[in-house]
């Protein structure tokens, strides 16, 4: 069904298995990230207090 869509959508041209490893490794950071129950309700209210937690969250995953 998703090839008669044409240029509407679909399936992509090629599978970059390079590509599709980078995007998986973002993805599970921010799953990662998303435990963290004040960035997932982004519970701060500046911009500044949440890029704070996210930077100290980002350590503390990275440490």
């Not at 209210?45 to 980002?58: D, G």
């Amino acid at each position: 069904n998703r090839l008669n869509r044409g240029s509407r959508g679909g399936r992509p041209p090629a599978f970059d298995r390079q590509t599709y490893r980078l995007r998986n490794v973002v993805e599970r950071c921010f799953g990662r990230l998303k435990q963290w129950r004040g960035l997932a309700t982004r519970y701060d209210k500046t911009r500044e207090s949440y890029q704070a937690a996210v930077t100290i969250a980002s350590i503390l995953l990275w440490i």
